[in-house]
């Protein structure tokens, strides 16, 4: 069945340090993908989605780019802040056009330090 | 307001007793969710609904029972609670496909069985 594999946390950077999370993911056709945030004491939001091969998604200076060939989504940011400091979920869903339930990883804790 | 709201935000409660969790959202989407978060697990689907009186089971649906008689409401019951249901529960709601595929998250109830 489909799965979604984050790299494990915490993540523990300086500000303006360079941050990747490692996203991997096995499906069947062509799913859409998403990372969602979560800061302390919140839900989930939506940071940044893609839906097709090739196709990056960015937001807030974060970016990550569908690979295929790779099956990867990974997510970076090249200066961190503290407020960047949550919990970050990638998450698979349907093909566009097609309904279906996301399927979650587990989650990396990242901490920014001044 | 506008949005997606759950109540109570904090609650505590017996072992056996029965607990009901509320979810209100104003955007009248189609579909909503319930997930329960837990360390080492993420995110994982309890239930779903696809539209009034159209609900389904997710990944742990096991202890627990929704109704969805109203489009904008969808609550969560534990008939029995039982220690191992201490978890926090995020609704969420979203469109339906072909749009593109984002769910929308609720704040969070932490609940904790004694």
């Known amino acids: 069945g489909n799965s979604v594999t984050q790299m494990e946390g915490p993540v523990t950077l300086s500000e303006e340090a360079f941050l990747t999370i490692n996203c991997t993911y096995t499906?069947?056709?062509?799913?859409?993908l998403f990372w969602y945030v979560q800061y302390p004491g919140e839900g989930l939001q939506l940071l940044l989605k893609a839906t097709k091969a090739d196709d990056k998604g960015s937001n807030k200076g974060f970016e990550a780019t569908y690979r295929k060939e790779t099956t990867s989504f990974h997510l970076e940011k090249g200066s961190v802040q503290v407020s960047d400091s949550a919990v970050y979920f990638c998450a698979l869903g349907p093909t566009i056009g097609s309904q279906g339930n996301l399927i979650f990883g587990k989650g990396t804790k990242l901490s920014v330090k001044p | 307001d506008a949005g997606i709201t759950q109540s109570p935000r904090y609650k505590i409660t017996e072992t056996g007793r029965q607990v009901t969790l509320m979810c209100h959202q104003t955007w009248s989407h189609s579909y909503m969710f319930w997930y329960r978060q837990d360390l080492g697990h993420g995110l994982r689907l309890i239930y779903y609904?696809?539209?009034?009186?159209?609900?389904d089971k997710g990944e742990v649906p096991d202890g627990y029972v929704v109704s969805r008689s109203k489009t904008e409401n969808f609550p969560l019951t534990l008939e029995s609670a039982t220690r191992s249901q201490t978890s926090v529960y995020f609704c969420a709601s979203s469109e339906p496909a072909p749009l593109p595929y984002e769910q929308y998250f609720g704040p969070g109830t932490r609940l904790t069985v004694t």
């Open positions: 609904s696809a539209a009034a009186d159209i609900t």
């Open positions: 499906a069947t056709g062509y799913p859409s």
